[in-house]
């Protein structure tokens, strides 16, 4: 589904009349044109008028090879949410300026080496696209609220996601991640939202994290009715509690203190 100019110019043996087919097919919609000599081929099976491609996660999943679409827009595509992100997230492993293409707005985030696992590609309409998986998008949107929607989004993300992953499979990813302040918002989350992890789970995290650890979750400054410290995770957090649970489905009083000690 994805061609290169080098490909071309190999098939025509000519620079000069591999650019001008190119063109041509650009201009009549056969290929898509992504990023710097690769191009996204469409099928013939659309017709000898060819409209574009109308799957925005298929193209931003080819832009860059070494990719895959994550945090909201991975949530949003497993059912986590129903909010629609305009813009599609995408993991990399080099700095890259955004980019519109066919009318999807498609913005890069360099990761970590260590952080760039747990992908693999989905069928969507008949194309293969690179999500992250369910788990790991859960750690990834924890990992980056700001990529998530922001804290009340995570929640609503994070009480959705919890009724339908594997909780090891979940800690697991969150330990290779090697990041404290991670460990502290899952854990703090999936109480809040009265889904608290199995207590071998708990441990696991509790052992990786130094007793004297604290971060922070939600908005820089601290005000009055936020939650404040929770010493169950070291945290910090500054943000009202009913904020937080403004889109997720009433919950039992006091379910989501279960494990606050």
Known sequence: DVVETADIIGLLGSEQRARKVIRNLVRK??????????????PPERGAENIGENN????ASVVVEKSYIGWWSAAAFQGFTTQKPATITVAVLRQMAARTIEGTDIKFIKVEPRKFFGFRPYT??????????????????????????????????VHAAMARIEMEKLA???????????????????????RPLPEETRRRLRDAIPKSARSFF???????GDIGYVAAWGLYVHARKSDLLAEVPRIKAGSEARHAD
Do not use: H, N
Request: net charge positive; with cysteine.
């Open 29 to 42: 919609g056969w290929l898509v044109r992504l990023i710097g000599g690769r191009y996204m081929l469409l």
């Open 56 to 59: 925005p996660l298929a193209i």
């Open 124 to 157: 969507i309409y008949g194309r293969d696209a690179v999500l992250s998986e369910p788990e790991k998008t859960v750690i990834d949107c924890i990992d980056r609220p700001d990529l998530a929607g922001g804290p009340v989004e995570l929640v609503r993300i």
């Open 172 to 194: 697991d990813a969150a330990l290779k991640m090697k990041s404290i302040s991670l460990l502290q918002r899952l854990g703090f989350l999936t109480d809040l939202v009265g």
């Open 218 to 224: 939600g908005r820089a400054a601290r005000k009055d």
